[in-house]
């Protein structure tokens, strides 16, 4: 039992580990860090001084360069005018150089206080060097993120404590120990880490590296996403969208609604007739060749090599044979391990010989929680889901791919308005949200993305959102769109932003589709021709949010149902719901994905979603 | 523009929706509500006085009826002294009845007085009649619950108010109007409300309804998973259930982890060799039959059959005519409808006729998402995700299904001790927030489902866990258990269960296992043989978290997958992270469905998955 690690020991080794404890100058308490072992750059940097508070600390960090540069010094040595920097206009004085000459040549310490300038203090705490080094030729200046928050810590590094050359590519992680300072350049960094020991370098191949110190366009970056996350933008994106994933479940479950993980796996087409993704269990092939088989192929393989060997007659032919033979073994030993690994699980091993599908009936991938939501808000209330969905749809469109989140809210004991009134909180709550908790990141976006993204999301929550009916939507937007349509057609994208961006510039929720328009299960009104449906379109993005009251008449549904011809046995159990204690209820789906580009202004959901999947595309 | 509903207007009004404003009598503030037309009865229970607070409010509540009485009276009429609640020795009183005679009959109010009990106050708040009714014959008590807690509060219905045939079978969905009174029995309840309208009746098929009032078992329940959340154990469950869920995203984001949303459609197979679900997507099919054909057809079949009326030939012949007629009729308003829906989506059509499959390469449902949130890990540092993992494995477990939602922590900068200490303090945290948040539903679960439920959780809150190595769990286990296990296998659930419930009774953390029981991707140790990986082995439940550092350095990532033969292309991605910027860290996997069972003591995920999708079972 002594073995046990000590995880708390190891992890609070990151924040002064310090073997000098005689820092009297400490200002600032230690930073928490909890279950990686380094201080969180955020952590840094979040109280608004930019780090100056912690000036002093000696920390561990970790994180990726974004950009490095390489300061080359003439070889130090007396006299001191040439130690003074004066080379550099803007860009980082050399500080560090000086700083360290000041430690280990105590006796040029008076003329660099003379020349030095005024904005840094004397370093007293750096240890004796262990043994004379030779004069620092370089330093290297790391603008290092974490991935924390949209600022990165400049990192100085001095040739002599390692190899700067295989710190300098854009990627190198780096994970490093040293002393926060305050920076000496004049340029946006508060503090800067001088580095003092460099505990971890993880190199790139920068000719294979798809990142560079440059701005590479979104849609490039779509080719590696498994990278593009250290770029500053990617990451503030995701950092937003983790944001809002938090503040979805906190709005629902702070208002009473019960999060239900809805299947993924259904044979429930919720839409009626949609582009499905179908799911089939291929059983594991067996293997055509046996182990005992590749085993006999071996001994026969490797007495041709002997034979040919002893006759000593064909090079050629002894080559090609023994390259067989390798072959032969390297399969071999790769069926051993597998054979190794599936023993291991035997005590899980069922018989996989049946050849029927996994499934009784043929399953898909689902296309919205809603109906399978309803059935739970029919038990629980007040429900929600927060998941994804799936359109096996080839249209290519900046708004749309296969596989997207979304929440879903449904409600019993309520009607078309109450579900309007939620959606309508909740898609403010969020806004709210993500200024309040993300504004660093926020800020980056108005400087680099979108100049009126904040405006944007203020807006949202000050304003009360126009409601209009469909009816009125196309009378409205007639006279201002190239396109006509006709009662009972679908607003195209261009009446959509007409509405929200042109007419009434905020958000819109249009309701009472014409039943055509919308889903079989939603309510029809008492027009006979209209239905309890709304859509929330909102600027620069279109329809955020669909939502509807659903139809709670056994007779209505089943009519509904049969008159599109839908195949009745799928949509049995929910025709159950009517039958046994039905109840008027009402919900609504939120476009997640397209909430994250409304918060950021970016235009395309491939560039807000971690591993988008679409038409043809998918490599990982 | 004057059409907007009124959302807020209309959901207060189901909080003293009452036509007497002059209530003297009301104690207690409005309760809140939001975006559903009734109160929920959580609020009204919540305070801890049972709803004592609220007695004498007006208010309107929506639920299902979970049993119902109907006591029949006999003709009340003077005298007096067959008023006396007299006959119920226990079961509730008939104060319903009686109050109504107050209130109605105001000569007789003085003798009730006298012999009427002590414990309830008369009502002065109910409006005289409108009109002159016939004595009530009987009285309904239905307890209703409308899922918001494992409370149902007891409904009065008098018989003058409705038909109380309609209301009494168990799943009855009923909206009424009342006033909270406090209750007249001596049972468990301390208020019940007095209906005064019944608003809304969902009535039930009793003959086909799944449920009862007598307890149904769960497994019998899992062939109605639409209903089952109706039954006071699964809808605490499903309550327990969305508590877990937050819990998880409070932990992660408030130590400062990004939620990621890994795929789920993927090309990596993440564990190696593992059992998968692929995905295609079907084409629609083309209409075989056009619109057009059927038009014709449509014509033909109409002349056939004026032909057959005019020649007044064959009366069969005429019938088999008429029906075919019918039927393609039938069709051709199907697909009518289904033009008009495809018409109306026209906007977003686009090619659907080329052949070829919807990916590039063969997709799969993700079988863990810890190899995609490595490479966010290794950007963002410190990321988790909450979703839906699949495996088509044919074995029929109580502990495992298709789809299985999970938590996935992955840390960069992190060793295995890191993770360790994560999901051990991440278990706690989960622990805790079911006890403190779901108090109510966990004394339902003690006292219906599993003793020691509470017990559990407590403990491994205050417990520290034990850590030991695969070595010391293989030798300390081999005393114990029959099935001998030699060193290099997995450990059987009959170890498990040894280690965790016999003996140290905690949960037990082993690590260090043997390279060939773990994944492909597990750091290898200096030993050579073993990984490190843990498995954090619970109570009952048994392996609840997995988790490892995962194998930061290229050379040895890329020789374990040439050693088992994995398809390299598949993982090229994935090797890239140790190319470029390559970092130690660590990370796991959480059963959150077997969180779920650990908290309620149910052994079956099934029983506490919304909808869970086995071998060969699908319906919805």
Redesign the interface.
């Known amino acids: 039992?002594s073995?046990?690690?000590?995880?708390?020991a190891?992890?609070a080794a990151a924040v002064a580990a310090a073997p000098t404890p005689a820092t009297s100058k400490a200002a600032a308490p230690a930073i928490p860090l909890?279950?990686?072992?380094?201080v969180?750059l955020?952590t840094i940097f979040e109280s608004g001084d930019g780090g100056l508070r912690l000036v002093g600390q000696r920390v561990v960090i970790?994180g990726?360069?974004k950009s490095a540069k390489e300061n080359r010094k003439e070889p130090v040595a007396p006299p001191p005018a040439q130690v003074v920097p004066s080379t550099h206009k803007s860009g980082p004085k050399d500080v560090s150089c000086t700083e360290i000459l000041q430690s280990r040549i105590p006796l040029i310490r008076s003329f660099i206080k003379i020349f030095g300038g005024s904005n840094y203090s004397v370093s007293e705490k750096l240890e004796p060097a262990v043994a004379p080094m030779p004069p620092p030729s370089s330093v290297a200046f790391l603008q290092v993120s974490?991935?924390?928050s949209p600022a990165s810590l400049q990192v100085v590094v001095d040739s002599s404590i390692t190899i700067l050359s295989q710190l300098l590519p854009t990627?190198?992680?780096i994970?490093a120990e040293g002393e926060l300072k305050q920076s000496s350049a004049e340029g946006k960094h508060a503090i800067e880490l001088k580095v003092e020991k460099v505990l971890?370098i993880?190199?790139?191949?920068p000719d294979?590296?798809p990142l560079s110190k440059k701005r590479v366009p979104l849609n490039l970056l779509r080719d590696?996403?498994?990278?593009?996350?250290?770029t500053t933008t990617v990451?503030s994106v995701?950092?937003i969208?983790?944001a809002l994933?938090?503040a979805a479940?906190i709005f629902s479950?702070n208002?009473?609604f019960?999060?239900?993980?809805?299947?993924?796996?259904?044979?429930?087409d919720s839409e009626?007739?949609s582009?499905?993704?179908?799911?089939?269990?291929?059983?594991?092939e067996e293997e055509i060749v046996s182990l005992e088989g590749v085993k006999t192929a071996i001994r026969e393989k490797r007495k041709i090599v002997e034979d040919l060997q002893r006759t000593d007659s064909n090079k050629e032919a002894l080559d090609v044979a023994k390259q067989d033979l390798e072959k032969t073994t390297e399969?071999a030993?790769?069926?051993e391990?597998?054979e190794?690994?599936?023993?291991?699980?035997s005590?899980?091993?069922?018989?996989?010989k049946?050849p029927q599908e996994?499934?009784?009936?043929q399953?898909h991938?689902t296309v919205s929680g809603r109906l399978?939501l309803e059935?739970?808000a029919?038990?629980?209330?007040?429900v929600y889901a927060f998941?994804?969905r799936?359109s096996?749809?080839?249209?290519?469109?900046p708004k749309h791919v296969?596989?997207m989140?979304t929440v879903e809210i449904e409600?019993?004991?309520?009607?078309?308005?109450?579900?309007?009134?939620?959606a309508e909180d909740f898609f403010k709550f969020l806004c709210k949200w993500v200024l309040e908790k993300c504004s660093a990141d926020m800020q980056f976006v108005l400087k680099r993305i979108d100049k009126s993204s904040i405006n944007r999301l203020q807006s949202v929550i000050s304003s009360s959102f126009e409601?209009?009916?469909y009816a009125?939507a196309l009378e409205v937007t007639d006279k201002k769109v190239e396109t006509k349509l006709e009662w009972?057609?679908?607003f195209?994208?261009e009446h959509l932003s007409c509405l929200a961006d042109e007419i009434y510039k905020k958000p819109v929720i249009i309701?009472n589709y014409p039943k055509?328009?919308k889903q079989f299960y939603v309510r029809l009104n008492d027009d006979g021709q209209t239905v309890a449906a709304f859509d929330m379109v909102v600027p620069k993005v279109g329809t955020l949010i669909s939502g509807s009251q659903n139809e709670?008449r056994f007779n209505m549904l089943n009519g509904r149902i049969k008159?599109?011809?839908l195949v009745g046995e799928e949509y049995e159990?929910?025709l159950?719901?009517r039958?046994?204690?039905?109840?008027?209820h009402a919900g609504f789906s939120f476009g997640f994905d397209l909430m994250v580009l409304f918060a950021t202004g970016l235009v395309d959901v491939r560039d807000v979603?971690?591993?988008p999947?679409t038409?043809?595309?998918?490599?990982?």
């Not at 073995?3 to 708390?8: D, I, L, N, T």
């Not at 039958?579 to 008027?584: L, S």
């Open positions: 039992m073995e046990q690690p000590k995880a708390s190891t992890a909890e279950y990686s072992r380094r969180v955020k970790g990726w360069v974490d991935g924390s990627g190198t992680c994970v971890h993880g190199s790139v191949e294979k590296y590696c996403p498994h990278f593009r996350p250290r990451a995701m950092r969208r983790s994933t938090f479940h479950q208002h009473g019960l999060c239900v993980q809805v299947p993924v796996i259904t044979t429930t009626g007739f582009e499905k993704f179908t799911i089939t269990a291929v059983l594991e399969l030993s790769q069926m391990a597998r190794r690994i599936s023993k291991s699980k005590s899980l091993k069922a018989d996989n049946r996994f499934f009784s009936r399953a991938l399978h059935s739970h029919c038990s629980l209330g007040n998941g994804p799936f096996a749809s080839r249209v290519e469109s296969a596989e989140w409600m019993a004991f309520s009607q078309l308005e109450d579900a309007m009134k939620c409601r209009i009916t009125q009972g057609t679908a195209t994208t309701y055509q328009v709670e008159e599109l011809g159990w929910y159950d719901l039958r046994h204690g039905t109840v008027k979603i971690p591993f999947r038409h043809g595309k998918i490599s990982n």
